[in-house]
C-alpha cells in the first residue's frame, strides 16, 4: 500500500554565504532508480554542522543551497525500479550513510576501499541535501537495516558519532585489547569510543575538562586511577602515574593545540597518534619527538558500511550503548547552539512528527 507522498516540505538548508539554517520550504525528492525514498524518524545534530554553516571555504562538489543533517534513520517509502531486488522493502527500518561511494571500479577512492572519501556519489547533509527533512532520497548503497531492539534517535547517532569511532579504533588504530589507550574528549564521538575500548578489552586512561563527564566515563566503567582529574595537567599525570612509556595509543577525539602536544609527549616509543577532533584548525608536531619516537600519526575520516553494520550489531547486543537525547528537528539552532556551547552532554537526535 503506497503512502501518499507530498510535493513540497520544509527543511533546514545551508545557503552559501549565510551561516544561520534556513527554514523553508523545498521539494520532496524524487525516488532514485538504484534507491529509495526514506521518511525520516530521527536525525542527529553534529558539531559539524556548525562547522559546515559557518565555514565557507568548501569542496568542490558544495551546492549554492542545500539540505543539513549527515546522520539518519528513517522508514522506506518507495523503493525505485532497478532497487527492487535489493532486499530492501517499503516499511523496512534505516539508517543511513551519508557518503557511501559510488562503488564503480574506476573510481579512484572506491577502488581503493576509501569510498567515505568519493567525490562523485552523494554526500547527504554535507553539501548535498540531506536529513534535516522529512524525506531523503538515497542509493541503495547509503542504507542499512536497522535491528528491532534499537530506537530510531539511537540508530540516527549511530551512523556517525558510533561508526566514527569505530572506524578510527578497529581500522586506523587497530587497538588491541592487550593495550594501552589515552582518550581525549568524552564528547558526542568519544564516549562512544570509551564504550567500544572497554569491549575491546584494552585499558583505557581518559582525559575531559568536564568533570561531569569524567564521572559518567567511572560509571561506565572507566577505574579511577584512568581518569586524569579535570584542571590536572595530563603530562603531568603520566609522570606521576608512571605510565611513560605505556601508552601504545593516543586517541585524539579533541584536537587542540594542548591535546596534540600532550599526545606527542606521552605517546610511547612507536606509538600511534590517531587524530578524529579538529577543534583547532592548525596544530604542531615536534619533529625531534616524531622522529626520536618513530610516531604514527594517522588521520581518520567517517566510516564504511561495514563499520555501520558492526556498530549496529554491538548495540544490539548492548555492548554499546550510545548517550542520545531527543529533541524535535523544529529546534535545530537552538539544539546545534547548547552543542557548541558544550551543554550537550552526549548527542542530540532530532525527532520528526
Ligand atoms: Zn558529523
Ligand atoms: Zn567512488
Known amino acids: 500500500m503506497d503512502q501518499v507522498i507530498p510535493s513540497t516540505m520544509y527543511a533546514w538548508r545551508k545557503h552559501r554565504g549565510n551561516s544561520e539554517p534556513v527554514w523553508e520550504e523545498v521539494p520532496v525528492p524524487h525516488t532514485p532508480p538504484r534507491g529509495v525514498l526514506i521518511k525520516l524518524l530521527a536525525s542527529g545534530v553534529c558539531h559539524s554542522d556548525y562547522s559546515l554553516l559557518t565555514n565557507e571555504n568548501q569542496r568542490p562538489w558544495f551546492q549554492e543551497k542545500y539540505i543539513l543533517g549527515h546522520e539518519g534513520c528513517g522508514r522506506i517509502v518507495q523503493i ?115 564504550q567500544i575500548i572497554l569491549h575491546i578489552g584494552a585499558r583505557v586512561i581518559i582525559s575531559d575538562i568536564r568533570q561531569e563527564r569524567l564521572d559518567e566515563a567511572e560509571r561506565a566503567g572507566v577505574p579511577k586511577p584512568d581518569i586524569v582529574p579535570a584542571g590536572v595537567s595530563v603530562q603531568e599525570f603520566v ?25 606527542q609527549s606521552i605517546v610511547r616509543r612507536g606509538g600511534k597518534l590517531v587524530c578524529i577532533g579538529t577543534l583547532d584548525e592548525t596544530n604542531t608536531i615536534d619533529m625531534k619527538i616524531g622522529i626520536r619516537k618513530r610516531l604514527s600519526i594517522i588521520f581518520t575520516y567517517g566510516g564504511q558500511k561495514r563499520d555501520l553494520q558492526e556498530v549496529l550489531d554491538l548495540i544490539s547486543k548492548q555492548a554499546i550503548r550510545p548517550q542520545v537525547d531527543n529533541a524535535v528537528l523544529e529546534e535545530f539552532p537552538m539544539i546545534l547552539k547548547l552543542l557548541c556551547d558544550g551543554k550537550i552532554k552526549a548527542r542530540v537526535a532530532l525527532l520528526h512528527q
Not at 609522570?239 to 599526545?263: H, M, P, Y
Open 80 to 194: 525505485g525500479k532497478e532497487a527492487k531486488e535489493s532486499g530492501f522493502k517499503v516499511g523496512d527500518r534505516v539508517a543511513t550513510i551519508a557518503v557511501p561511494g559510488c562503488g564503480e571500479s574506476d573510481c579512484p577512492e572506491c577502488s581503493r576501499d576509501l569510498p567515505q572519501l568519493c567525490e562523485r556519489a552523494h554526500h547527504s547533509g554535507i553539501g548535498e541535501d540531506g536529513f534535516y527533512a522529512p524525506y531523503a532520497a538515497l542509493d541503495i548503497r547509503a542504507i542499512v537495516l536497522v535491528p528491532e531492539n534499537i530506537s530510531s534517535s539511537v540508530a540516527a547517532v549511530a551512523t556517525d558519532a558510533v561508526k566514527t569511532s569505530y572506524h578510527a579504533i578497529t581500522r586506523r588504530a587497530e587497538v588491541k585489547s592487550h593495550e594501552t589507550v589515552f582518550l581525549f574528549g568524552l564528547g558526542g564521538l568519544g564516549f562512544n569510543a570509551l
Open 239 to 263: 609522570r606521576d602515574n608512571s605510565l611513560e612509556g605505556k601508552i601504545d595509543t593516543v586517541l585524539d577525539f579533541v584536537g587542540k593545540n594542548q591535546t596534540f602536544e600532550d599526545a
